[in-house]
Structure formats: structure tokens, C-alpha cells
């Protein structure tokens, strides 16, 4: 029913930027939570940011004042514009999503799940 794409993965350094990219087909995306996490090698699935179909975003603490994720409807996409990269950003991120509005800090609540895209930050 709906299906996630991510892209805009890389290899950069320490202190460098990236923008990743989730595109969603379906026709009801506008309604959607929309939210990232990331998986580091060993480590548990961690939530990074979201935002709700109202526009409200949140983030992790490791990731306040550096990452912004922001949504356009008319192109189905949600983005996550990452700033001053440290190599603890380093993982496997995913783009997910629920049918419902509203956003949680647990990847449990979401429905809709891409198939990840890799970020790696030398130092």
C-alpha cells in the first residue's frame, strides 16, 4: 500500500552535510507521521527526528541543532538535512511511516518502513 524509497546517502567527513531523501508513493501521504531512524553496526535501531502531518517536528538530543527534517506534499517526500556530521552519525538511516498524523520516539509505532541508506562520516 505504500512504500518508501530512501536516497542521498554517503561517505563524507567530519563537520560535513547531507541531505537525505524518502519518497512515498501512495495518495495519502500528506496525512502521514513521517519519522527517521538509524541503526549503527552492533547497535539497536535509534530514533532521529520526525514530524507529524501537522508539520510538528521533533529529535533525538544527539541530533538537536544540527539535523532538520522537513516534508513537501506536493512531491510525496520528506527530507532530513544533516549538518556538522560527527562519525557517531554513522549508520544505516531509514525513513518510516504511520497511516495516523500524529509521531512517536519508538520505531514500534510506525507502520511503513524504507529499505535504509547509508551514511558514513570519516573523521
Known amino acids: 500500500q505504500v512504500q518508501l524509497v530512501e536516497s542521498g546517502g554517503g561517505l563524507v567527513q567530519a563537520g560535513e552535510s547531507l541531505r537525505l531523501s524518502c519518497a512515498a508513493s501512495?495518495?495519502?501521504?500528506?496525512?502521514?507521521?513521517m519519522g527517521w531512524f538509524r541503526q549503527a553496526p552492533g547497535k539497536e535501531r535509534d530514533f532521529v527526528a520526525a514530524?507529524?502531518?501537522?508539520?510538528?517536528?521533533l529529535y533525538a538530543d544527539s541530533v538537536k541543532g544540527r539535523f532538520s527534517i522537513s516534508r513537501d506534499n506536493d512531491k510525496n517526500t520528506v527530507y532530513l538535512q544533516m549538518n556538522s556530521l560527527k562519525p557517531e552519525d554513522t549508520a544505516v538511516y531509514y525513513c518510516?511511516?504511520?497511516?495516523?498524523?500524529?509521531?512517536?520516539?519508538?520505531?514500534?509505532?510506525?507502520?511503513?518502513w524504507g529499505q535504509g541508506t547509508q551514511v558514513t562520516v570519516s573523521s
Open positions: 518510516a511511516g504511520r497511516s495516523g498524523g500524529s509521531v512517536y520516539f519508538t520505531f514500534r509505532r510506525y507502520d511503513y
Open positions: 501512495g495518495p495519502t501521504f500528506s496525512t502521514y507521521g
Open positions: 514530524i507529524t502531518g501537522g508539520g510538528t517536528t
